[in-house]
């Protein structure tokens, strides 16, 4: 079947680098704590024809990072293409999309001007705080200075107009767009000007707006304040004042540590890692939090013990009813790092792990904490997260919208890793993940599909 897709003079050696399954633990596979335990071959471009869900640098800056700042416009300097990545595909990202729209001449011309024409007219036709401007593959190759033309926008609007050299092409995964986007960003750091309490901290790398509301609320409690959610939730007026707090809480280090780093460097801010997501990693959050904040104990433990004791009997029904189900995580690299834990608390067993970007330290540190036997694999491609999942048969697929129409045709109960309706962090959010779990695995739904798709 893979023939199909081999263009015209590409040799069959190439093709059957791609069947991992007959080279396991030498390719995209591996199974961990067995003979084949070394790390999966990761960290590497895509093949061209190898149809997988990676996505590109672009979506990394646009999307992920900058895609959750409150009333920016986003403007993307491409054809219209590229802005498929706008509001649908992450429903929490806000703001205004635009692209330059890139017809063939401007690439022969150049698109200068016509970018620097669309400034002015998106900064007329909406008050936002900040246009950000978007490099993409087409125009990053043709070498327009979208730097220079930001610039002198910038001093024509009256307001911060930043680009982003983040064209597709710059990085081999999503990966190396969130790094151009944090450096940038880090240019507006510092230019505001809060009052500040010794209490103040930044949430760096949460991206899911409901989490990150809860995961505010629930520090409130221990007497926490946080002064910018990086980047859900946030503005630009709390993105200028993230220099005032007194510790960053890195919530996903791969995507953002890169900025707590810099912090520190000029700032003098200490990180800490953590995350609140499932009953364990969320009380040692709230216990770090506070101990490096010099926070009285017995009221981070008082918080702890309510939260515990009002969600005891809703997680036991729920542990009893999904204990020994079947889970398969694709995600990206941190939350599949963030998940595992939580769905041991919930009884359920971890059969098979996908990333998208995972580099070999993030590889090294899933197969210490999965199971024996567990397949993980990186950046599969349609055919072969199929023939994984036939193989694993799961009682559940984790991931986000780029896999989840394979997943509904094979019949298997999906469910999206970010709470999208309610929030899945701190406790509460843990009993909704809970809930959404159980009612998925337990939809008839899923069996209609599968006699559908079996004749
Ligand atoms: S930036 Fe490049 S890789 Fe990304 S969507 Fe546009 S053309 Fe595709």
Same mark, same amino acid.
């Given at each position: 079947m893979?023939?199909?897709f081999l263009?015209?003079? *590409? #040799?069959?050696?190439?093709?059957m680098?791609?069947?991992?399954?007959?080279?396991p633990g030498r390719?995209?596979?591996?199974?961990?704590?067995?003979? @084949?335990?070394i790390?999966?071959?990761?960290?590497?471009?895509?093949?061209?024809?190898d149809f997988? @869900?990676?996505a590109c640098?672009?979506?990394?800056c646009?999307?992920?990072i900058?895609?959750?700042?409150?009333?920016v416009?986003h403007?993307v300097?491409s054809?219209?293409?590229c802005?498929?990545?706008?509001?649908?595909?992450?429903?929490d990202s806000y703001?205004?999309?635009?692209?330059t729209?890139?017809q063939e001449?401007?690439v022969?011309?150049?698109?200068?001007?016509?970018l620097? #024409? %669309?400034?002015?007219?998106?900064?007329?036709e909406?008050?936002a705080?900040?246009?950000f401007?978007?490099?993409?593959?087409t125009t990053?190759?043709?070498?327009?200075?979208?730097?220079?033309v930001?610039?002198k926008?910038s001093?024509v609007v009256?307001?911060?107009v930043?680009a982003f050299?983040c064209a597709g092409f710059r990085?081999?995964?999503q990966?190396?767009g969130?790094?151009?986007?944090? =450096?940038?960003l880090?240019?507006?750091i510092?230019t505001?000007e809060?009052?500040?309490t010794?209490?103040?901290i930044?949430?760096?790398g949460?991206?899911?707006?409901?989490?990150a509301?809860v995961?505010?609320n629930?520090?409130?409690?221990i007497g926490?304040?946080?002064?910018c959610?990086?980047?859900?939730n946030?503005t630009?007026d709390?993105i =200028?004042?993230m220099h005032?707090?007194?510790?960053? *809480?890195?919530?996903c280090?791969?995507?953002?540590?890169?900025l707590a780093?810099?912090?520190?460097?000029?700032?003098?801010?200490?990180?800490i890692?953590a995350?609140f997501?499932?009953?364990?990693?969320?009380c040692?959050?709230l216990?770090?939090?506070?101990? %490096?904040l010099?926070?009285d104990?017995k009221?981070?433990?008082?918080?702890?013990?309510?939260?515990l004791?009002k969600?005891?009997?809703e997680l036991e029904?729920?542990r009893?009813?999904?204990?020994?189900?079947? *889970?398969f995580?694709?995600?990206?690299?941190?939350? *599949?790092?963030?998940?595992i834990e939580?769905? =041991?608390?919930?009884?359920?067993?971890?059969?098979?792990?996908?990333t998208?970007?995972?580099k070999?330290d993030?590889?090294?540190k899933?197969?210490?904490?999965?199971?024996?036997?567990t397949?993980?694999?990186?950046?599969p491609?349609a055919?072969?997260l199929?023939?994984?999942?036939l193989?694993?048969?799961p #009682?559940?697929?984790?991931?986000d919208?780029?896999?989840?129409?394979l997943?509904?045709?094979?019949?298997?109960p999906?469910?999206?890793?970010?709470g999208?309706?309610r929030?899945y962090?701190?406790?509460?959010g843990?009993?909704?993940f809970?809930?959404?779990?159980?009612?998925t695995i337990?939809s008839?739904?899923?069996?209609?599909?599968r006699?559908?798709?079996?004749g």
């Amino acid at each position: 079947m893979l023939l199909a897709f081999l263009p015209k003079g *590409v #040799d069959m050696p190439f093709l059957m680098l791609k069947c991992n399954r007959k080279l396991p633990g030498r390719g995209k596979h591996c199974i961990a704590k067995s003979e @084949e335990d070394i790390i999966p071959a990761c960290d590497r471009a895509t093949q061209p024809g190898d149809f997988t @869900e990676r996505a590109c640098s672009f979506l990394g800056c646009r999307i992920v990072i900058c895609g959750q700042i409150d009333n920016v416009i986003h403007l993307v300097h491409s054809p219209i293409g590229c802005a498929y990545y706008s509001w649908d595909y992450r429903p929490d990202s806000y703001g205004y999309c635009f692209t330059t729209d890139m017809q063939e001449m401007d690439v022969i011309f150049g698109g200068e001007k016509k970018l620097f #024409d %669309a400034i002015l007219m998106a900064a007329e036709e909406f008050d936002a705080d900040a246009i950000f401007v978007y490099e993409t593959c087409t125009t990053g190759l043709i070498g327009d200075d979208i730097l220079a033309v930001a610039r002198k926008a910038s001093e024509v609007v009256g307001k911060p107009v930043i680009a982003f050299n983040c064209a597709g092409f710059r990085g081999v995964s999503q990966s190396a767009g969130h790094k151009i986007a944090n =450096r940038q960003l880090f240019e507006l750091i510092g230019t505001g000007e809060f009052d500040s309490t010794p209490y103040d901290i930044n949430l760096i790398g949460d991206f899911n707006a409901k989490d990150a509301e809860v995961i505010e609320n629930l520090l409130n409690e221990i007497g926490v304040r946080v002064l910018c959610s990086f980047t859900a939730n946030s503005t630009i007026d709390r993105i =200028r004042n993230m220099h005032k707090a007194k510790l960053n *809480v890195v919530h996903c280090s791969r995507s953002s540590m890169d900025l707590a780093e810099m912090m520190k460097r000029e700032y003098g801010i200490p990180y800490i890692e953590a995350n609140f997501f499932g009953i364990g990693h969320c009380c040692d959050a709230l216990r770090k939090i506070g101990k %490096a904040l010099g926070i009285d104990e017995k009221k981070v433990e008082e918080v702890i013990e309510n939260y515990l004791n009002k969600i005891k009997s809703e997680l036991e029904f729920y542990r009893g009813k999904l204990e020994g189900k079947k *889970v398969f995580i694709c995600h990206g690299v941190q939350r *599949v790092l963030y998940l595992i834990e939580p769905f =041991r608390e919930l009884g359920m067993e971890i059969v098979g792990i996908a990333t998208y970007f995972g580099k070999q330290d993030d590889y090294e540190k899933i197969v210490k904490r999965v199971g024996e036997g567990t397949i993980i694999i990186d950046n599969p491609n349609a055919t072969e997260l199929e023939e994984v999942l036939l193989e694993c048969k799961p #009682d559940l697929f984790i991931s986000d919208d780029r896999t989840e129409h394979l997943v509904h045709k094979l019949g298997i109960p999906f469910i999206k890793g970010r709470g999208q309706r309610r929030a899945y962090a701190g406790f509460n959010g843990f009993v909704n993940f809970a809930s959404d779990v159980y009612a998925t695995i337990n939809s008839r739904v899923w069996g209609l599909v599968r006699s559908v798709s079996e004749g």
